[in-house]
């Protein structure tokens, strides 16, 4: 199963996660603690998210 997790300490609030996956990580308000599952339909964007964050607080972990 993978997680799906955002570091809000680390969050800078830039959007950018939003922009690219906004079912995943809402709307224009500061990104908050997000733990949860991933759903297939949403790995693509949720991976994307990661790697374009600038100061990785986007994980996935696989548990
Ligand atoms: S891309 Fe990263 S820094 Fe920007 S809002 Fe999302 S989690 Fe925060």
Do not use: H, W
């Not at 799906?4 to 906004?22: E, F, H, M, W």
């Amino acid at each position: 199963m993978m997680k799906l997790r955002v570091n809000r300490t680390d969050c800078i609030g830039c959007q950018l996660c939003s922009d690219i996956a906004p079912d995943v990580f809402g709307g224009d308000t500061e990104v908050e603690d997000i733990v949860g599952e991933i759903i297939e339909d949403n790995y693509s964007a949720i991976r994307e998210a990661e790697e374009s964050c600038p100061v990785g607080a986007i994980t996935i972990a696989e548990i």
